[in-house]
């Protein structure tokens, strides 16, 4: 913000409108909410995010628009008709799609300015919402050929509010990208996920952390994913080709019974792979050591572990949390750098923790 109160629009309150609203409110701005769904802006205006009033349509700066896909371009064509000096952005997944469909008309087209925030969940609606869902997550702004350059600014300011780390990109390099870091990894959660519905119970009783890693983000609304990789169905195809040709060779190995070879080449480069991915803020990828604590089922057990993992000064960069239905206890796994696992666990051990590593 430069000094000035200004206001904004926000279109489609669940998760991610919900939680930009909530950041954009707590940095001064006037959100005013819009939902189809009445109860999700009323919801969203109880956690804090904005007002449900109407604002006058000359006074907004900035709409942003957080529908789902297939509804975002008529969203975004009548917030430009509505809000006549407002830049126009939206939220969704895929970009190119969008702005394809608004080319045909005569939207005032040089004040919309798409964009795609890297950070979510596999969770819908704004009761999950929270204001730092974007700190130090990447959020892409893709400018097209006529978006003024105002407009572009005025998307970084809301990236800024956001606390988020903006990148700049040409709308069909996005695509592109997102199939691969995004779209591909989605589908091979959901496979993985999906193939569970076969498995015993019995032996689900027996799952670790691996498998709610890699099958979380399949608890995400089917539909919503529908409209995302319909919207992307050419660049994710190719990356789906490719896997399934790593997949034979998978299987050939197997078959051969050679662990040599494709096995032990694929397995090396799963390695490879996980230590490509950056680190929040987009820095270089860190390798975190993991302190899995037990939570004993009693009042309070997480604040004061938490009050004494702060007290030794540790700086955790992730948790996660695991039930063991068969027990009834839960499981804490924190992350920290490696020089610091050592002080994590001599503190839990001495505040009469049960810890593993
Ligand atoms: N869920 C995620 O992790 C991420 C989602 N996105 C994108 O953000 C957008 C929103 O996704 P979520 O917040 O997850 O979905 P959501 O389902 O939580 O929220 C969508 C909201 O839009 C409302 N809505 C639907 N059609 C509408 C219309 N025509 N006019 C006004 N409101 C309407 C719904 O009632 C709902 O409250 C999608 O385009 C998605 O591709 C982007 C990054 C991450
Ligand atoms: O839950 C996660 O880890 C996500 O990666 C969420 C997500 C879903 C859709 C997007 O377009 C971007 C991010």
């Not at 496979?191 to 890699?214: C, E, I, K, N, W």
Request: negative net charge.
């Amino acid at each position: 913000m430069t000094g000035e109160r200004r206001t904004a629009v926000v279109i489609g309150t669940g998760l991610i409108g919900a939680s930009l609203a909530l950041a954009l409110t707590a940095d001064g701005w006037t959100v005013h909410l819009q939902d189809r769904t009445s109860s999700h802006a009323r919801v969203a205006a109880g956690l804090g995010a904005g007002v449900l009033d109407k604002p006058e349509p000359g006074v907004v700066d900035l709409v942003v628009v957080a529908v789902p896909p297939a509804a975002i371009a008529a969203v975004v064509r009548q917030s430009l008709q509505t809000f006549p000096a407002a830049t126009v952005t939206d939220v969704g997944s895929v970009k190119a799609g969008v702005l394809d469909a608004l080319w045909d008309g005569d939207a005032d087209l040089g004040r919309y300015v798409g964009s795609h925030p890297m950070a979510g969940s596999q969770h819908s609606g704004p009761v999950t919402a929270h204001a730092d869902l974007f700190d130090g997550r990447t959020w892409v702004v893709a400018p097209h050929r006529r978006s003024r350059e105002e407009s572009v600014q005025d998307v970084l300011a809301l990236v800024r509010a956001c606390r988020a780390r903006e990148v700049v990109m040409d709308v069909d390099d996005h695509d592109a990208a997102v199939a691969r870091v995004s779209h591909l990894p989605h589908l091979m959660s959901v496979l993985m996920a999906g193939h569970l519905t076969a498995v015993p119970t019995s032996d689900l009783l027996l799952a670790g952390q691996g498998l709610r890693d890699v099958t979380r983000i399949a608890g995400s609304d089917p539909g919503l994913w529908q409209q995302i990789l319909s919207a992307n169905a050419t660049a994710v195809l190719a990356e789906l080709r490719a896997v399934s040709g790593e997949l034979a060779g998978l299987i050939r190995s197997l078959e051969t019974g050679t662990t040599t070879g494709e096995l032990e080449e694929q397995l090396a480069r799963g390695v490879d792979g996980t230590r490509r991915i950056p680190g929040k803020h987009g820095a270089a990828p860190a390798t975190y050591h993991q302190v899995v604590v037990e939570i004993p089922d009693t009042p309070g057990a997480l604040g004061r572990l938490f009050a004494e993992v702060g007290a030794a000064g540790v700086n955790v960069e992730d948790i996660a949390i695991e039930h063991d239905q068969a027990r009834e206890i839960g499981y804490l796994a924190l992350s920290v750098a490696p020089e610091q696992a050592d002080d994590l666990l001599a503190t839990m051990r001495a505040g009469g923790w049960s810890v593993g590593s």
